[in-house]
């Protein structure tokens, strides 16, 4: 079954520690995203990567750094320099060219206390 | 920049009857990409529905069908006999073309389904 894999579903950390979140997709798709989820704001983008070795910052990205060293992978972490970290982080990916869609993955909720 | 809004921070409908959800974009773009995006309980985003701005034609997909109006911006979705299924939060969501293909979201609206 091609689609994208996000682990763990849940996650908590306490404040000052780094946390790692994953995203895997088997859908051969270049673009991968990381969204990040708070209530009644809708999806902020925090950084995006079009091709392997390369990486963007989205909307939001202050406190967050990422790594695409497999087409497969993009990894997203959350540092302590990240002021307000407790949210839902959804990852996405998509094909070059066309309408080209994104499809997400079921998300991770991270907690940080 | 552009901006998605989505003004109904929460609708009702009954099952078997209609509902329309709004959304108006604001882009200086004439070329672009539009979606709603389903995200029922289990927080799964899922597409409902998307349409290229060049085409005239509405789009449909079953019981899901948008009123795409370019010279208004406006993109709303309207889904008949609704279902206890469809409650969720629904996003709009627009992407420019060509280049990037960064979605910009709207902060959605709550479908709330009564039987």
């Known amino acids: 079954d091609g689609g994208i894999t996000q682990s763990p579903k849940y996650l908590f950390r306490k404040e000052g520690q780094n946390v790692t979140l994953s995203c895997e997709q088997n859908l051969n798709h270049d673009a991968m995203y990381w969204y990040r989820q708070d209530p009644g704001q809708g999806l902020r983008l925090i950084y995006y990567s079009q091709i392997v070795n390369d990486f963007q910052k989205g909307d939001i990205a202050e406190g967050y750094s990422v790594s695409r060293e497999k087409k497969e992978s993009f990894p997203l972490t959350v540092t302590s320099a990240q002021k307000n970290p407790t949210a839902f982080y959804l990852c996405a990916s998509n094909a070059r060219g066309g309408p080209a869609e994104q499809y997400f993955g079921p998300g991770t909720r991270l907690t940080v206390t | 920049a552009q901006t998605v809004t989505q003004s109904q921070p929460e609708m009702s409908v009954q099952e078997a009857e209609t509902v329309t959800l709004s959304c108006t974009y604001d882009t200086s773009e004439s070329d672009y990409y539009l979606f709603w995006y389903k995200q029922p309980p289990s927080r799964q985003m899922i597409l409902v529905i998307r349409?290229?701005?060049?085409?005239?034609q509405n789009a449909t997909e079953n019981r899901f069908s948008v009123n795409f109006q370019k010279a208004a911006k406006s993109f709303s979705l309207k889904i008949s006999d609704s279902q206890l299924g469809d409650a969720a939060m629904y996003f709009c969501a627009y992407r420019a073309q060509p280049g990037f293909q960064k979605l910009v979201f709207g902060t959605g609206t709550r479908l709330l389904v009564s039987p």
């Open positions: 349409q290229e701005a060049y085409k005239q």
